[in-house]
């Protein structure tokens, strides 16, 4: 029996899928195995997965469902103590692994581990680094305000705490991460590692129709969450309302490139951000949204009336 699963949703990622394996043939921790749940690619995943030379490597092909039912099947197919998930177009450092197996071996009471989080670009070249938190233990109040793991390319979790509290949630399109670390949260205590072990890839190319959908569908996700939290902690919906505004505004402004429609929905989701959280002004992240916005209003009255100045 191996000691750590690495699941790997794939879905028409042959531009990184070999990159994101190498980073786990690299580990410093090497008893794992790495399952790839193809699902349904139409470009040549399979054909460059055919190729690669692992013997820890298993691949599975499904269907097109999506994301949450491939990390499902992968689930079903693991044989290790602990489970990670990593998605094709990230990658981890190479002692991502072994060091948070062993804060789990050092804390037994803990169930999951994560890290911290730099976000890199389509060629890998680090755009910004997310910020370092120390959140540890009983950590569901945090995580219902923000999913602080920022990616499901994070955690380590013991298989046994996944089966008790439910695979990831299928119907969920958008945030489905963020929803199963909240019910883990609910039950079991993380560990930290305080250290930056995932590299995110941003992709800019994300497409107009999912950028519009967006905050349709993590509303949907929200309500989720909240369905089963307590009564005493439903006033904090507010707040990780104004969050899931701020990160709408924060992906519409990385993909607008001066485009006039965009900013106006921007607008549109920063007056929702404070009105439905005031306190959100204070915060230097919502500062920084709005500092963001006026310069594209600047970028934008530039292009359209360049007679005026």
């Known amino acids: 029996m191996v000691t750590v699963s690495v699941i790997i949703p794939t879905y028409n990622a042959e531009r990184t899928i070999v990159e994101t394996i190498k980073s786990v043939q690299h580990q410093t921790f090497k008893d794992l195995e790495i399952i790839i749940i193809d699902d349904g690619s ?3 995943t399979l054909s460059i997965l055919s190729n690669l030379e692992e013997k820890r490597l298993t691949i599975y092909s499904s269907e097109h469902q999506g994301v949450s039912s491939a990390r499902n099947l992968g689930i079903t197919k693991a044989q290790g103590k602990w ?12 002692d991502k692994i072994e060091k948070q197996v062993q804060v789990l071996q050092n804390n037994p009471q803990a169930k999951i581990a994560y890290s911290w989080t730099s976000f890199i670009d389509e060629k890998g070249q680090l755009l910004w680094e997310g910020k370092p938190l120390y959140f540890e233990g009983n950590v569901y109040n945090e995580l219902l305000i923000e999913n602080f793991l920022a990616s499901g390319s994070n955690a380590l979790i013991e298989k046994k705490a996944i089966m008790e509290i439910g695979k990831f949630d ?11 670390y909240v019910r883990l949260a609910k039950k079991f205590k993380f560990s930290v590692v305080p250290e930056r072990q995932i590299l995110y890839r941003y992709l800019s190319s994300s497409s107009t129709s999912k950028l519009d959908s967006l905050e349709e569908q993590l ?3 929200v309500d989720k969450i909240f369905i089963n939290v307590p009564s005493q902690l439903q006033p904090g ?5 104004s969050k899931v505004y701020g990160y709408c505004v924060q992906k519409y402004l990385q993909n607008m490139q001066h485009n006039y429609p965009y900013l106006r929905k921007i607008v549109n ?6 009105t439905i959280y005031p306190k959100a002004l204070l915060d230097n992240y919502t500062q920084g949204l709005i500092r963001g916005t006026i310069k594209q209003s600047f970028l934008i009255l530039f292009r359209y009336h360049p007679s005026r100045y």
């Open 42 to 44: 139409e470009d040549n």
């Open 83 to 94: 489970i990670a998930f990593l998605d094709a177009d990230d990658l981890w450092t190479v």
């Open 170 to 180: 299928s119907n969920l399109t958008i945030g489905e991460d963020w929803e199963f």
């Open 219 to 221: 509303l949907i996700t």
């Open 237 to 241: 919906k507010s707040q990780t309302l």
């Open 269 to 274: 989701l920063l007056w929702k951000l404070i």
